[in-house]
Every structure is written in C-alpha cells, then in structure tokens.
C-alpha cells in the first residue's frame, strides 16, 4: 500500500530557508498516473494548497508563494521535496504532501495524504 | 483564483441528525468539486469528488450534489465519528483552492 512520509527540520529562523521532503513507499513516484503536491495548514487554520509537481518536472506554484518556493522530484530516491525562502512566522504550519491523479486533460483530487510534519518559523 | 466560500463555518448536531454544508464557488466550475473531512490531528480524507461520487470506502451517508457554483455535502443520519471539520476543494483549475471549512461538533 503506497505511503508518504514526511520530513522537516521542525523549526526554522526567519529569514532563512525552509526544505523538506516526502517520501514515497509502496509505490513509484515516477508513476505516469499521479502528480504529487504539497498543501499547508497554520495552526487552527485551514488548507493551501502550495503547489504541485509530474514526474517530469512540470510545475504548478500557488501565485502567493510562487517567487519563494521551489518543488522537486528525485526518482531516485522516490522522494518529493519543497523549498520555501525567506521563511516568516506566517509560514508556521503543517506541511503535508500528498497524490492526485491524472484524468485524461486534467487532474483529480489529492486522495492519499501524509501524516503532516508541523514546521515553526521562530527566532 | 476561485474562492470557495463555506457555510456555515461551524454547526452544533446531535448524533442521527442529517447535516448539510454548502459551497459556493465565485466562478462556475462545473461539478470538479471534491470535499474532505477532517479529524484534529490527522491528514484530511477524501469523501466525495466530482462534486457527488463517493470515494471508495467512505459510508453511504455520505452525499455530494451540485454544479456550477453551488454545491452541498450531505451527512443523513450523523455518527459519533463524523465529528470533525469539512472542506471542500476545486481542482478545476490552478491555483488549487479549498473553502474555509465547516466544523461540525456535538450538540
């Protein structure tokens, strides 16, 4: 049964650089099929979607961070990663990876989630 | 970006009532409308998409409908274990967007 696996430093100083990664097993994160994605959740707070990546490298960033983040994949590793600059308190949440699938021209919803790794933004 | 606008944003019920939530979407978006459910703690879990298919495994209580901008989740008879928060989520275009959620708690 394919799972995702979150990690994270857990705190992060502003101004600096937050990295985490997600990883993928039970399954290929290479699979035609699917895209992956990152959603956040601030404490108390709701869903944002961040932005999500295919296989191949195409990605798609929401606006409000687009010129901060950056998401990858490594096949090799069957890992997904987010990197989100010039980190703020208001980046203080819960950081979850998660599958959506393909649907001819478009997309699904994310249907498998992981657990969520909690990322505080403090000095 | 489609804002999606939830009401209402928290409901007091009482277990066996039905429950419904609504969605609207500022701009049509036919029925690429998914809603999740909630627990503290926990990932969000899919329970309908395209706006009224059940995902495999969630209850039959369970039901979505709508099209357009207006859109409802449907709970018939509410279980102890459905207590939790609800969100829908439009994946019709990016940027992906998700309402602001409907807690539903114990009357």
């Known amino acids: 049964q394919l799972q995702l696996q979150e990690l994270g430093p857990g705190l992060v100083k502003p101004p600096e650089t937050l990295s985490l990664t997600c990883t993928v097993s039970?399954?290929?994160?290479?699979?035609?099929?699917?895209?992956w994605g990152w959603i956040r959740q601030p404490p108390g707070k709701g869903l944002e979607w961040a932005g999500s990546i295919y296989y191949s490298g195409s990605t798609y960033y929401n606006p409000s961070l687009n010129s901060r983040l950056t998401i990858s994949v490594d096949t090799s590793k069957n890992q997904l990663s987010l990197k989100l600059t010039s980190v703020t308190a208001a980046d203080t949440a819960v950081y979850y990876c998660a599958r959506k699938g393909r649907r001819g021209s478009g997309i699904l919803p994310f249907d498998l989630w992981g657990q969520g790794t909690l990322v505080t933004v403090s000095s | 970006a489609i804002q999606l606008t939830q009401s209402p944003s928290s409901l007091s019920a009482s277990v066996g009532d039905r429950v419904t939530i609504t969605c609207r979407a500022s701009q049509a978006i036919a029925g690429v409308l998914a809603w999740y459910q909630q627990k503290p703690g926990k990932a969000p879990e899919l329970l309908i998409y395209d706006a009224s298919t059940l995902q495999s495994g969630v209850p039959s209580r369970f039901s979505g409908s709508g099209s357009g901008t207006d859109f409802t989740l449907t709970i018939s008879s509410l279980q102890p274990e459905d207590f939790a928060t609800y969100y829908c989520h439009q994946f019709k275009s990016y940027p992906l967007t998700f309402g602001g959620g409907t807690k539903v708690e114990i009357k």
């Open positions: 039970g399954g290929s994160i290479s699979n035609a099929a699917y895209y």
